[in-house]
């Protein structure tokens, strides 16, 4: 076990693009980090760069005490679960997980144990025998994880493990690598581009956009404290809603008519990107701001109603045993569940 | 009720596929059937009346003289020493030509050489230079590193392949990146990445390309022609050739039905190495661990 520190860790590939600006953070040992961003925005390759499978060009990386810049990725003490798996294809399961073991000279005997331990963790014991095309998509999954978990690595490396497993599946498996996680207490970095993994799964939260860092957090900093419009309309589903407006003397106005009361203490006056949480509102007889509703998206435990609001799509999360029909009504939006944005940089204000 | 069912009209299509397939069948054939009769006849009835078309008598004798009888110039050769020689020109040129160019396509498609793609091309051209272009250079070669007359003089030179290089880079290039990044996690190196990842997967590749490697080299002829003077080195292929070509030399009949012998059990290895690969090579496919 063991943490992580990058000190403006970067990549540039040989064709000249800057695919991870230089970034800098540290990751406590048994820590769950999520890095989360949208596809092509590095982080396969800053995860890579951790692996050792990609040179690293800028900055120096440690895991435990060691930098290991320079350190092959067998010596570097990490395992890794890859989206395809990567299982070898003409050996067994057990063959599979034990590969990593043979190759670092443990004795037979030993493989077998650990190979049966792992096994059992993972609820992969009758399957030891099968050959990976004669396992379903989330047994494979399962083998992954035993060859990562065999290894009992410093670290654990997971490039969206998730992604070609079906929904249902994807929830449970979700829960389950958490779980391990928290029971191996194994330092742990993960790369998804689905939200819903990154908040229900982290400890902490990193958000990649265009190679570069927008914001670390706890899942709930992130969701709630937003560094950026970016973040603000990435994590959260549906997003938090963003609608341009002017700041002047505590109020927002948009399209010059509707106001709403600004967050306390704004020195701040112009231009502004006001975003607001779709659950962070109220329908409410005496609220301020008309809203009116076009569609009603029925959710079961909940809904959702898209419609405009001065004129902007809007949307407004409503608890199931609140009525919903398209039409006017008016809505409750108290200061503090406003977030205000530069319109340009994006940044939180 | 039975009335009611209307004929179905008749297809021309089956019956017309199935002729062009017979008639194929039979060209292939005919002509192995014919010289399996012939070699059943005596030289001198062979010569007298040509190809034979119902069996004679002297099966068992020809085919016993063709193995086992010692012939040639020198007397030292028989049919059991061209068949092992040409066994190993047959099996040294399919495995050696695996094997140079599996390790050649490793090279090229898993390592970051400088010059890789043009590499490739540059041995890809080599396609438009067979050995028949190159046999006055590689004979000289040979000849000067005291190599003719013997098996490596005989089997090296052939061995080097862009077809099998070509191929297994395709193969390779199939193969998922991250086999070879997990394996590297693993703590496999280079070496061991070869054989105990990359060689089982490239089975059904490797059988395809030694069933025609090994036809292809157990049909050489120039070269082994060229290369081989000692007659103990003769393979079956100028075996068959040289039966008659010493008769004619000394002016007797020629052993028609010894040759005919020959021929048929130069034909066996190959048929069987087809058949016996074939079954091999489908399972491969079909049981695809992808
Ligand atoms: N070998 C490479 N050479 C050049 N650019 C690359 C290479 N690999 C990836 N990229 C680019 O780097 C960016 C980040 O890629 P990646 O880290 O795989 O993104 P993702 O966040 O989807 O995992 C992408 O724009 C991609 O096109
Ligand atoms: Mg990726």
Redo the contacts between chains.
């Keep these: 076990m063991a943490q992580v520190t990058l000190n403006g860790v970067g990549k540039t590939y040989p064709n000249g693009f800057e695919a991870v600006k230089p970034s800098s953070f540290d990751i406590a040992d048994g820590e769950f980090v999520v890095l989360v961003g949208p596809s092509g925005c590095g982080k396969s390759t800053l995860l890579r760069m951790v ?3 990609e040179d690293i060009t800028a900055g120096s990386l440690n895991i435990g005490d060691r930098e290991v810049n320079d350190v ?3 010596d570097r003490d ?3 679960v ?3 798996y ?5 050996m067994t399961v057990r063959k599979n997980i034990g ?2 073991l043979k ?2 000279g443990t004795s037979a005997a030993e493989i077998e144990a650990k190979v049966q331990d792992a096994a059992k963790m993972l609820d992969l014991s009758a399957l030891l025998d099968r ?3 004669q396992l379903s998509g989330g047994q494979r999954q399962r083998v992954a994880m035993g ?1 990562a978990v065999v290894r009992d690595p410093a670290l654990f490396l997971f490039d969206e493990p998730l992604s070609n497993l079906d929904a249902k599946l994807r929830n449970q498996m979700r829960i389950e690598i958490k779980a391990l996680q928290r029971r191996l207490g194994v330092t742990s970095i993960y790369v998804t581009h689905d939200q819903v993994e990154a908040m229900t799964m982290a400890d902490r939260i990193i958000v990649l956009n265009g190679g570069e860092i927008e914001q670390i957090g706890t899942p709930a900093e992130i969701y709630h404290n937003p560094a950026s419009k970016f973040v603000a309309s990435f994590m959260g589903a549906p997003p938090m809603n963003l609608i341009d407006a002017q700041l002047e003397n505590g109020e927002i106005r948009m399209n010059g008519s509707t106001v709403l009361t600004a967050p306390s203490d704004q020195a701040y006056a112009g231009p502004v990107t006001m975003g607001i949480r779709p659950e962070d509102v109220v329908i409410d007889e005496a609220g301020s701001t008309p809203f009116t509703i076009e569609i009603v998206e029925e959710l079961g435990a909940h809904r959702l109603l898209h419609g405009r609001l001065a004129g902007h799509a809007f949307t407004v999360h409503v608890g199931k045993e609140s009525l919903a029909n398209a039409g006017e009504v008016r809505l409750q939006i108290k200061p503090d569940a406003i977030r205000l944005f530069q319109p340009e940089t994006g940044k939180a204000i | 009720m039975a009335r009611s069912q209307t004929r179905k009209p008749f297809k021309w299509a089956p019956v017309f596929d199935h002729t062009i397939l017979i008639l194929g069948a039979l060209f292939m054939l005919v002509p192995v059937v014919l010289a399996f009769v012939t070699s059943s006849h005596s030289a001198v009835q062979i010569a007298r009346e040509g190809i034979m078309f119902v069996p004679g008598s002297h099966l068992g004798e020809n085919y016993s003289k063709a193995m086992f009888e010692k012939g040639g110039f020198t007397a030292t050769i028989d049919g059991m020493v061209m068949l092992k020689n040409s066994l190993i020109l047959g099996l040294g040129f399919a495995l050696g030509k695996i094997i140079i160019s599996m390790l050649a396509a490793y090279a090229l498609v898993y390592f970051r050489l400088r010059f890789a793609t043009f590499a490739f091309w540059i041995i890809f051209t080599t396609l438009l230079l067979p050995l028949e272009v190159r046999i006055l250079p590689s004979y000289e070669a040979i000849q000067r590193l005291d190599l003719a007359n013997t098996y490596t003089g005989l089997i090296v030179p052939l061995i080097a392949s862009a077809t099998g290089t070509f191929f297994f880079r395709q193969f390779f290039r199939s193969v998922p990146e991250e086999l070879a990044e997990a394996a590297r996690i693993d703590g496999a190196g280079p070496v061991k990445f070869f054989i105990d990842i990359l060689v089982p997967l490239s089975q059904t590749m490797i059988a395809a390309i030694f069933i025609i490697m090994f036809v292809f080299g157990w049909n050489q002829y120039l070269w082994p022609t060229l290369i081989t003077t000692d007659e103990g080195l003769f393979t079956l292929v100028r075996g068959i050739k040289q039966i008659y070509q010493t008769m004619i030399d000394a002016n007797s009949i020629p052993e028609y039905g010894q040759a005919l012998a020959l021929a048929i059990i130069a034909m066996l290895p190959p048929v069987l190495i087809v058949i016996f690969f074939q079954s091999w090579f489908v399972k491969g496919l079909t049981e695809s661990d992808k």
């Design positions: 692996a050792g499978l092959d990725p067998a990490v395992a890794m890859f989206q395809n990567a299982l070898y294809p003409h590969y990593g190759n670092r050959k990976p095309s060859r």
